[in-house]
């Protein structure tokens, strides 16, 4: 059999889509290679290596978490909001797993805290959404409404809103210390400074495939398996140059000041506690392609973004504008990537070529039942493509890359990993009739 289904439970006769069919790796080898430096990256590799694997991280940059992952602070929490069942389920399942990860890794206090968080009904359009919160089905104790007496109370500060909601078990943490320890394992070493430009996919003496890492016509490495976690430029191989992705641009707001904070406090910004007295609002949000005609550096530190994030939370938290001025404000800015339907690509990835060639009849007919099985790359896995929340879910979307690799079924619902799977871009895409 060239492909598993999951679970027995997800085995039947019904007819099952080839193009998400879960590819068998064959391979024997313990041997990963893994691009991107990231929390994407690092968690990927925590994973395997849990699991008895060699990997080597590789790293473009001369450090890890060098991109969007190296904010100064992060929030990590999950609203329980939407409609969209793949997404609420993925944002639940990692909510849980990263928080025990968190809680095993970091230090409580100097790494991570869990401070609570309030996001403030700010406006009609979100009081409406927290009353349809508020009266889902969600877990006990997950969160509950608060009045502008007891927001004053939870958070130290005085607040300009008069309703909000209340999630006990929000919590910040500092990206690059949780990056750093999930890479500090014995079955993984990181290698630093090196952008991998091409991957060649090659057989072996013994007729096995293998990949192979190049840059600038040297080969880096090679493995059966490799798993590409390298955000912005994921598409950046030839393998993968028909993955439309968006890109962003974000920049936070580094406060060099202490404040009464307790908790986080979220509006359509956020600002979070203290962390070595230093606090962080944020974050802008900007269509990467655009800053081009500002002829601007894409991660210059720009004033009228400053001066956005601020506009977010000052209005609503107004005593901590006493605390700001133009010598004690730092930024950071960075870029992220996601997709058109704001989930990540999680799991292996086919031939281009082959696939659209496969497939072609679904722009005829999207209900048509086709038995041909996917041509998937052997051994290649995207991990990627988070956009902002990426600290939340790539760690439990490691554990699914590790499960692909390992042939143990998945961690997740049959439906959340079709719908993470990278293969589905392309479908998207015949099924418009882009592909021809």
């Not at 496969?358 to 086709?370: E, G, H, P, V």
Request: hydrophobic residues 35%; proline residues 5%; glycine residues 6%.
């Amino acid at each position: 059999m060239p492909y598993r289904y999951g679970t027995e439970q997800n085995r039947s006769k019904q007819y099952i889509k080839p193009w998400y069919a879960i590819p068998n790796n064959h391979n024997s080898s313990k041997k990963v290679l893994i691009i991107g430096g990231g929390i994407s990256g690092a968690a990927t590799a925590y994973s395997l290596a849990n699991r008895g694997y060699s990997v080597k991280l590789y790293e473009k940059s001369h450090k890890l978490a060098s991109g969007a992952s190296g904010n100064y602070q992060a929030i990590l929490y999950n609203t329980g909001a939407g409609d969209y069942m793949p997404l609420k389920e993925l944002s639940f399942n990692s909510y849980s797993y990263t928080n025990n990860l968190v809680k095993l890794l970091l230090t409580p206090g100097t790494e991570y805290q869990t401070s609570g968080l309030i996001q403030l009904a700010y406006n009609s359009k979100t009081l409406k959404q927290q009353q349809k919160i508020l009266k889902s089905q969600l877990p006990p104790n997950f969160c509950y409404s608060v009045n502008k007496t007891q927001m004053q109370e939870l958070s130290g500060v005085s607040i300009q809103c008069e309703a909000g909601i209340y999630y006990p078990h929000g919590m910040w943490l500092n990206p690059s210390s949780l990056i750093h320890k999930l890479a500090n394992h014995p079955n993984i070493e990181v290698i630093l400074n090196n952008q991998v430009i091409n991957l060649e996919l090659n057989k072996t003496n013994n007729n096995k495939f293998q990949w192979e890492i190049v840059t600038n016509q040297d080969v880096l490495d090679n493995a059966p398996n490799l798993v590409l976690c390298n955000s912005y430029l994921l598409n950046h191989f030839k393998q993968t140059a028909n993955l439309k992705l968006h890109v962003t641009r974000g920049q936070i707001s580094k406060i060099k000041n202490a404040s009464n904070l307790n908790t986080i406090i979220c509006s359509n910004g956020y600002v979070i506690p203290n962390l070595n007295d230093c606090y962080t609002i944020g974050a802008t949000f900007k269509n990467y392609p655009a800053l081009t005609s500002a002829g601007e550096d894409k991660l210059n530190i720009i004033l009228d973004e400053h001066q956005e994030n601020l506009s977010h939370i000052l209005p609503y938290v107004p005593e901590l504008s006493a605390d700001i001025n133009p010598n004690n404000i730092e930024g950071q800015a960075n870029l992220r990537a996601h997709t058109h339907d704001y989930l990540p690509l999680v799991g292996p990835l086919a031939n281009y070529t082959e696939f659209k060639q496969c497939y072609k009849s679904l722009a005829l007919d999207a209900n048509y039942k086709i038995e041909t099985q996917c041509p998937y790359l052997p051994g290649l896995y995207i991990n990627a493509l988070f956009g902002s929340k990426g600290m939340l879910t790539a760690p439990m979307c490691g554990e699914i890359i590790a499960d692909y690799i390992d042939n143990t079924p998945c961690a997740v619902s049959e439906s959340l990993r079709q719908a993470l799977h990278p293969n589905r871009l392309w479908i998207k895409d015949i099924i418009r009739s882009k592909i021809t």
